[in-house]
């Protein structure tokens, strides 16, 4: 299963909730987004296994506070500026949390900061801390944290050579990956099986990736399931900077913190 979801369509999707009376603004490009402030946000509320994600702009100086999430998941930081935790988030920061990992606060700074949240599986919403601490089963926590060493289009090769790449985290014996890639205009590579973790987002942050006869412009989002094997990525006319990140298998032996 391939979904893919253009930037445009997501930005139909885009409402405004407010937040410990912030107005954060949510953008929903694959599944469900939870609904700050609505009925069984952050409880103990069944999902499916299909995949959740969303785009999220914190406003200036707010902060979310400490939480967790039932599910594994990444955040890609790609605007503004802030923390996440004691980290600096600024663009191309990535964070994993597996399912269950207290993170935070994200603080946000002068120019806000907005941040993709991709989930393997659906979430409520978060669950905050220490008020719902009963919730959080702890043993098997996760956390990685990978920094792009520079950012920005200008990195996109433009000639015809091989795709330019960088990892943020190195794949790991569970499947995890978060890695960069930049494509000439019209150029094709194939990406890491997502077979070999736990099925992979793919989040264009500049240029453009051509799919099906049609051109996903930045902040667009596909997700390939395991069973999508490869697949192959085709720049499109501007070139290709793209950010791959593979969640590890299921039921494998998670690790503690990594920083």
Do not use: C
């Not at 609505?38 to 914190?58: C, E, R």
């Not at 700074?109 to 907005?114: L, P, R």
Request: proline share 6%; glycine share 12%; net charge negative.
């Amino acid at each position: 299963m391939l979904i893919s979801t253009a930037t445009e369509t997501a930005l139909q999707r885009e409402t405004t909730h407010l937040v410990d009376d912030q107005p954060y603004k949510g953008r929903e490009y694959i599944g469900s987004a939870p609904k700050p402030g609505t009925a069984g946000y952050g409880q103990n509320v069944a999902g499916d296994d299909a995949p959740q994600a969303y785009l999220v702009s914190q406003p200036p100086h707010s902060t979310t506070r400490p939480h967790f999430h039932q599910t594994n998941q990444f955040q890609l930081f790609v605007g503004g500026g802030g923390s996440v935790g004691k980290l600096r988030a600024d663009p191309l920061t990535v964070q994993y949390a597996g399912g269950n990992t207290p993170y935070g606060p994200i603080v946000a700074e002068d120019d806000g900061i907005q941040y993709f949240t991709l989930r393997q599986a659906w979430d409520s919403g978060a669950k905050y801390l220490p008020a719902m601490n009963d919730m959080l089963v702890k043993g098997q926590q996760r956390q990685v944290i990978g920094v792009k060493s520079s950012y920005g289009a200008d990195q996109i090769p433009r000639g015809d050579g091989a795709a330019k790449t960088e990892f943020l985290i190195a794949p790991t014996t569970d499947g995890l990956l978060i890695q960069w890639l930049g494509l000439s205009p019209g150029s094709k590579t194939t990406l890491p099986d997502a077979a070999e973790g736990g099925g992979q987002y793919h989040v264009v942050v500049s240029g453009s990736l051509r799919r099906a006869g049609r051109d996903l412009s930045a902040m667009s989002v596909e997700f390939a399931s395991t069973d999508e094997g490869e697949v192959e990525i085709e720049a499109g006319a501007d070139g290709l900077e793209m950010m791959l990140l593979r969640f590890p298998r299921a039921h494998s032996k998670k690790m503690r913190s990594e920083f």
